[in-house]
């Protein structure tokens, strides 16, 4: 008997999970439509003259057992590493067990990796989450130290209700002088507006479980004997993990995995083939319309299951008929943020005060830049995320973030001009010593890498109700849902789409992924 097929657009973190899912199910056959030349979607890794680029910052890490063991399944801990790492867990449906175990090979597996963040903020290094030491209120000095506890006492005793915009959910949790010093100017990077004029959603969804108080309590344990080396670090608020795992070649390297599980159990990802069409037959996504982007050539594809990871507001362009003129202009009000990654090779960073003039690194996985004097939004030191992403252990790979918007004057610099641009504010604010030359440099653009919490997605419920309304449409992933998911969100509302397909579950388990704080502290088998 022929199996149903689900057409799946896509082959990101979203994608490739609800590919494989389902073919663990064994009853449905998955068709991945890629546009790009590659998988992982914004999870990819960018391969530039033998050094690699994790273009967003990927920790393997999630509350979710499901989803620490399903990684462990395409690449497990590397052996020297392995230790308590490993979780077993039974899923109630498409069983998949997972202990501690080796592998045969020395690449395909996971290296264990310390988590280290700090802001960059009056050109000194300050620890994120911040934390109430010497070496802090030393850095503030004591007039600012005293005006950020006056003002988080305030902010508790006198919190702002109702809670309007992000800038209200922040200063409600850290005070208003914390919040200016720490918080403002690096969202307003991120999303090119005031913090006033953004939904507190996004701050419900980011950072929901982090406050003084709880990242008090996190720097005392830190001063309490350690047990083992547990990665699950279960009642740790996400924002102040220590360690999380990550593949050995960067994200990409699981997503290639994954691409080759799907094909080998009879799954297809077909790159470079764009989804433009989906034909709305009596109230159900019938066939889909896809362009080859080398051939040029169009067909289209029966279907009876649709998953979609793209952007929200392009589906709604896509459907035929279209849907109400509601649905319509809500999706055309949601509105994104892009993104631009700098690449770029040095022979040493400049060292920090208390390091030896020796060091070429300092130790972070990526530096929050806290300055308004530029437009740099944060550097990641690829060399820290894992060793095997720069070719040469003797230089430093960099990658410099950029938030834009696709049109604007930074994302139209050309390649030259942007180097040019990074370089200059890297020296700027004396990360980068001015002699140290710059040996290689790669630039990747990355569109609609961030959903907006604002334009018309206050008004998202709209768009919603009409797609629960299409019986075998689901809507995952960051883009699909216009959510700002991490990769862990995104691969649990695969499952659950698998799991409303299969017949176990709704929809709305779907949207119910990443809504409240049940998701992170739930601690039973098959939680999300």
């Not at 604002?454 to 699909?480: H, K, M």
């Not at 659950?496 to 176990?504: E, K, N, P, Q, T």
């Amino acid at each position: 008997m022929k199996k149903a097929t689900a057409v799946i657009a896509g082959a990101g973190p979203a994608g490739l999970t609800a590919a494989l899912e389902l073919l663990r199910g064994g009853e449905v056959h998955p068709l991945v439509f890629e546009m790009d030349d590659c998988v992982g979607g914004i999870s990819r890794t960018v391969c530039h003259n033998g050094n690699r680029m994790d273009i967003g910052g990927h920790r393997f890490f999630s509350k979710s057992d499901w989803v620490m063991g399903w990684w462990q399944s395409i690449l497990p801990v590397a052996r020297e590493e392995s230790g308590p790492v490993s979780l077993t867990y039974q899923r109630q449906s498409r069983p998949l067990r997972v202990t501690r175990r080796a592998t045969d090979s020395q690449d395909d597996v996971m290296l264990v990796r310390r988590r280290i963040s700090r802001i960059y903020y009056l050109r000194r290094f300050f620890s994120y989450p911040i934390r109430l030491n010497w070496a802090t209120l030393r850095n503030l000095g004591p007039g600012r130290a005293a005006r950020i506890a006056f003002s988080y006492l305030r902010a508790r005793a006198f919190p702002i209700r109702p809670e309007r915009s992000l800038e209200d959910f922040l200063i409600n949790r850290f005070g208003r002088e914390l919040y200016s010093t720490f918080f403002r100017d690096y969202t307003e990077k991120v999303w090119g507006r005031p913090c006033s004029r953004i939904s507190p959603e996004w701050g419900a969804q980011r950072i929901k479980g982090l406050s003084v108080s709880r990242a008090l309590l996190h720097a005392f344990k830190q001063v309490l004997p350690r047990r083992g080396g547990d990665v699950s670090q279960r009642g740790t608020e996400t924002s102040l993990i220590e360690r999380f795992l990550y593949p050995k070649y960067g994200p990409g390297h699981m997503w290639q995995r994954v691409a080759e599980q799907v094909e080998e159990r009879g799954g297809e990802v077909r790159l470079n083939h764009r989804v433009e069409r989906l034909l709305l037959r009596q109230g159900r996504i019938s066939q889909v319309e896809v362009l080859d982007r080398r051939s040029g050539e169009r067909r289209r594809v029966d279907c009876d299951y649709f998953i979609s990871t793209m952007p929200v507001k392009e589906l709604v362009e896509q459907v035929d008929p279209p849907p109400s003129p509601a649905v319509r202009r809500v999706a055309g009000g949601l509105e994104y943020r892009d993104f631009i990654a700098v690449g770029l090779l040095v022979p040493r960073l400049k060292p920090e005060g208390q390091g030896r003039r020796g060091d070429r690194l300092i130790p972070d996985n990526w530096i929050y830049i806290q300055d308004q004097g530029v437009r740099l939004g944060r550097v990641q030191i690829f060399n820290n995320w894992s060793p095997h992403l720069v070719e040469d252990p003797d230089q430093v790979w960099l990658g410099l973030e950029y938030f834009c918007r696709q049109g604007d004057e930074l994302w139209n610099l050309d390649d030259q001009q942007m180097v040019a641009l990074a370089v200059d504010e890297l020296r700027r604010i004396e990360l980068l010593e001015c002699d140290v030359p710059v040996l290689d440099q790669h630039i990747q653009r990355v569109p609609k890498a961030y959903p907006g919490y604002f334009g018309t997605y206050g008004e998202f419920e709209v768009i919603r109700r009409w797609a629960d309304s299409v019986p075998n449409l689901f809507l995952v992933g960051r883009n699909g849902m216009h959510r700002y998911n991490n990769q862990d969100h995104s691969m649990l509302t695969a499952r659950a789409a698998v799991d409303a397909i299969y017949g176990s579950a709704d929809k709305s388990a779907i949207w119910d992924v990443n809504v409240g704080d049940d998701y992170h502290e739930e601690a039973s088998v098959g939680e999300s």
